[in-house]
């Protein structure tokens, strides 16, 4: 497995967020493939470097402990006195107890250990691709939850929707079912049906659907104009290309008469660190402030905006987040707002700041482990905390975030009757019209 070291992936915190599954979305755990994705808790990726897996020193400390004796002994008993000898995988016990020193560790949904499959996993998933049904999951409780259900995948063509609790399998109950086996259940090969019974958030009633996986390679960007003159961009991760894609879009949208921008950063699990370097100088001019790294040891040192070619560095700009929004997605929203850059509008975002970075084994697996913070422009800590938006509004249990590669063009009549709250009142805090009611032409730019 690849990277470049001058666009490390970094789902996570800006890699790592939730607990994801990997197979897919990080979050943070991993979403990777069931799409499950794979970036920070989702899991995003937060890498700042891919690291040779070699630790000068390391190996005479841990054989010498009295620990390692424990561990040795297990090993032996397994070997000679387990009943069935043929089920004894030695490359399953190494993996188990790697991923059981890292679980032990207690940061959940950030450091992980990735077998050679599920490494492979994810680095696809930080290309944005990956083959499944295109959720990414979170396991806070005894059963999994749709984190997002990534635009334009089976799963969000189906009606699954962000808070949806995954009930059963295929008829499997996923009560108390560790990360592996619900992605043992959700994976599987293109062209393969999987019926998933699910529960939307706030709801009684649980309902059922039966999705075709498939390979899926992820739009970082789509975008459309909305009445009033504004733009809707979402940017569905900081995938390689994100940044590309978004110049593109504001380009077009200026040629399109756009005098304000709703940067949708909702569900949004992170990415790559070089991506949102890339975003947020779209945004804001050279040598600004866009996160802080805070080592082991020492000071938090910033990371600045680059380059003079951003497309909407002084127009007007609403930033939508919510409690989907993590890693990448919450240093950029934070960046916005603490350089007084836009308004942010929306929820509490998930709360991952940790700097994975990931370690790979000669065998292909690989060690992501928390290695640092991230910190907003102004400092505050992030993980585990979130980002509080300057204006909270909250999207109803039962509506559903409007994203244009699902609902397209509008009329005025029709985006006023949205249940999107959230996005109408973004448009609002732009033209300073309120909803419901026509909008009027695009104001005068300021």
């Known amino acids: 497995m690849t990277l470049s070291p001058s666009s490390p992936p970094m789902r996570g915190d800006l890699a790592a967020h939730r607990r994801p599954f990997t197979v897919r979305r990080l ?9 499950v994705a794979i970036f920070g808790a ?45 089920a004894v995988d030695d490359g399953a016990l190494v993996y188990g107890a790697a991923e059981g020193m890292v679980d032990a560790l207690g940061d959940d949904g950030h450091s992980r250990f990735l077998d050679p499959e599920a490494a492979t996993d994810f680095e696809a998933a930080t290309r944005g691709e990956f083959t499944g049904i295109g959720v990414e999951i979170d396991i806070p409780g005894d059963r999994p939850i749709v984190v997002v259900p990534i635009d334009g995948s089976p799963a969000a063509e189906a009606g699954v929707r962000s808070g949806d609790t995954i009930l059963a399998i295929d008829g499997q109950t996923t009560e108390r ?183 790979e084994q000669p065998d292909g697996s690989v060690v992501l482990l928390g290695t640092a913070l991230w910190l907003t422009a102004d400092g505050d800590q992030i993980w585990r905390k979130g980002v509080v938006p300057d204006r909270s509004v909250r999207l109803p249990a039962s509506a559903t975030a409007s994203r244009p590669s699902s609902d397209g063009e509008v009329t005025a009549d029709e985006f006023a009757a949205s249940e999107d709250a959230q996005l109408r009142e973004a448009v609002v805090e732009l033209t300073g019209v309120a909803l419901p009611g026509r909008l009027p032409a695009p104001p005068a730019l300021r």
């Not at 009445?227 to 110049?247: I, Y």
């Not at 975003?279 to 380059?307: D, H, N, W, Y």
């Open 27 to 35: 979050r943070p755990a991993l979403t990777a493939a069931a799409a």
């Open 42 to 86: 989702g899991v995003g990726a937060d890498r700042v470097l891919w690291q040779g897996g070699e630790i000068v020193g390391a190996a005479s400390s841990f054989t010498e402990s009295e620990e390692f004796a424990v561990l040795e002994q297990t090993w032996d008993l397994i070997h000679n006195e387990y009943a069935d000898p043929a």
């Open 177 to 359: 079912l560790e990360q592996e086996e619900i992605g043992d259940l959700i994976r599987g090969d293109a062209g393969t049906p999987v019926t998933l019974t699910l529960l939307h958030r706030g709801e009684l009633t649980p309902y059922e659907v039966t999705m075709v996986r498939r390979t899926i390679t992820l739009r970082p960007v789509t975008w459309r104009m909305l009445p009033g003159g504004v733009a809707q961009v979402r940017l569905a991760e900081f995938s390689v290309g994100a940044t590309k894609e978004l110049e593109e879009a504001l380009v077009a949208a200026r040629a399109h008469g756009a005098t304000g921008v709703v940067l949708d950063l909702r569900d949004n699990p992170g990415g790559l660190v070089a991506e949102a370097v890339g975003v947020a100088s779209q945004f804001m001019p050279e040598g600004r402030t866009i996160f802080r790294q805070q080592e082991r040891e020492g000071e938090a040192k910033p990371l600045a905006t680059v380059g003079t070619d951003g497309q909407w560095v002084d127009r007007p700009l609403v930033v939508l987040v919510n409690n989907g929004s993590a890693s990448a997605a919450e240093i950029v929203g934070a960046a916005l707002r603490d350089n007084g850059r836009a308004t942010l509008l929306g929820e509490t975002t998930y709360g991952t700041g940790t700097v994975l970075i990931p370690f």
